[in-house]
């Protein structure tokens, strides 16, 4: 596969991005990556959403005195309002000349987890969601801050539970398991004060805010550090731990170009973020530029989001109905804003499991005959996506017409294979054949057929 491509896909959802990257080498892409403006006005689908403490009491109020045929109605309006958002983030991740924010949006998405299945409240999802774009590049230790008290993930992890004597664990344990230092890095005693240290974090206007006759004023004992510690005091004895910055590197490997990152590399990389006191783009800027020049294809399977987006960028498709493509991620394991748990997407191995794989094929087929990633008629969650029977979608391959059949077996291959061998090469000169003519009627579907060969075999879904 070529270089460029590979980091395409790595830095963004697709190829689009290949050319800016060779024309303008990696550090001036990066560069360019990370000062690209982004859009900070909600999204107008939120207008009508309960914003405020007061408008979601008025709507519980609303819903409380309606008859059930209305109270249907209300809670599908919303329902469909998180189909339009996840529709919303699909658009930019596919719209972005530089898409290196929202690949790192979705990365922290899945690690600061917070589902609109447990919070039900869409702006608070959109919050959560905008904290971690403004973030994306930002400091891991002033982003815990800020997500720890978001009205989502308060919400999301019980902690509106957790007040007075009344202790709720489930904040306090996450943010040491999952969010900053992973197991074995600390002792249930820590998990018991910490959620004593955030006992009274409770649902705010804009934020989480410490209700004062919810908290819990304890002395209490973190890290071997006693005193009566709230969140950003917490977060910062989290961050004094030697096993910090370990997590987080291990994860972002994994996220960018590796399912199974090197311990040593994890440790190198892990100990400069420390250095650099956990700011987030020299990180990046450190691990891109210094793994770009290694020879690491293949070491990642691609997730449903790469995959997909790497097919329509590849087929030009135009006007794929957004809601669907959100579906069909679900289907695939990686439904946005509801991650199956509070671990997020495993991803590696299960992005390639026997059923995924076959609704990858299928895809493929779908969108290389020019049809809709869903042929029949049916009502997708609740009615809200309706696609009809014959809907058919534009699609057209870029190819070179002025090469033979194995010059244009190579430019695919060099765009879509990290790898291939002499029989694949041999079953690609069979659909093409020593005496293809580019400029023939059918060429064009010739070439259809030999690429939605090669999107299906293993090596397509690796990069």
């Known amino acids: 596969m070529n270089k460029n491509t590979l980091w395409s896909l790595r830095l963004g959802f697709s190829g689009k991005q290949s050319q800016a990257i060779e024309q303008m080498g990696l550090d001036n892409f990066l560069e360019k990556s990370f000062n690209a403006h982004y859009d900070k006005r909600m999204p107008a689908l939120l207008e009508n959403s309960p914003k405020s403490i007061k408008e979601l009491r008025a709507k519980r109020q609303q819903i409380k005195n309606s008859d059930a045929s209305n109270v249907k109605e209300l809670l599908k309006a ?33 690690h600061f987890v917070s589902t609109y299945q447990k919070v039900k409240v869409n702006y608070w999802i959109y919050q959560h969601n905008q904290i971690l774009r403004e973030n994306a590049f930002g400091n891991f230790k002033k982003l815990t801050k800020k997500i720890i008290k978001s009205n989502a993930m308060v919400r999301y992890l019980d902690n509106v539970d957790n007040r007075g004597e009344k202790i709720n664990e489930n904040l306090s344990r996450e943010l040491l398991e999952l969010f900053t230092l992973g197991i074995g890095n600390y002792t249930e005693n820590d998990i018991k004060n910490g959620a004593k240290g ?74 400069y973020f420390r250095k650099v006191d956990f700011e987030i783009k020299p990180l990046l800027i450190k691990i891109f530029t210094e793994e770009f020049p290694k020879d690491n294809a293949g070491s990642k399977i691609k997730d449903p989001l790469v995959y997909i987006l790497q097919l329509m960028n590849e087929l030009n498709v135009e006007q794929l109905n957004p809601k669907l493509l959100a579906f069909y991620l679900k289907q695939q394991g990686m439904d946005l804003f509801n991650q ?36 029949r008629a049916q009502f997708i969650d609740n009615d809200m996506i309706k696609e009809n ?75």
């Open 78 to 110: 919303e329902l469909q309002v998180q189909q339009e958002l996840k529709g919303w983030w699909l658009q930019k991740m596919i719209a972005e000349e530089f898409p290196l924010r929202e690949k790192m949006t979705c990365f922290w998405h899945n």
């Open 198 to 271: 955030l006992a009274g974090l409770n649902l705010g206007e804009d934020n989480a805010e410490y209700r004062r006759f919810l908290e819990n004023d304890d002395t209490i004992t973190y890290f071997g550090k006693t005193g009566t510690f709230k969140a950003d005091e917490m977060i910062d004895i989290i961050f004094e731990q030697k096993s910090a910055p370990y997590l987080i590197t291990r994860k972002i490997l994994q996220w960018f170009i590796y399912d199974n990152p090197a311990p040593e590399l994890i440790t190198y990389y892990g100990d």
């Open 340 to 375: 199956p748990n509070v671990k997020g997407w495993n991803g590696g191995k299960e992005w390639l499991s026997s059923q995924v794989y076959l609704q990858r094929n299928n895809a493929a087929d779908l969108l290389c005959n020019g049809r809709s990633l869903n042929r």
């Open 389 to 463: 029977i014959n809907q058919l979608v534009k699609v057209s391959l870029n190819w070179s017409k002025s090469g033979n059949n194995k010059t244009i077996i190579a430019e695919l291959k060099d765009r879509l294979l990290f790898q291939s061998d002499e029989e694949m090469q041999k079953d690609w000169e069979t659909i093409l054949k020593y005496d293809f003519n580019p400029h023939d009627e059918g060429a064009d579907n010739a070439v259809m057929r030999l690429f939605n060969n090669m999107v299906k075999t293993p090596e397509f879904q690796i990069v």
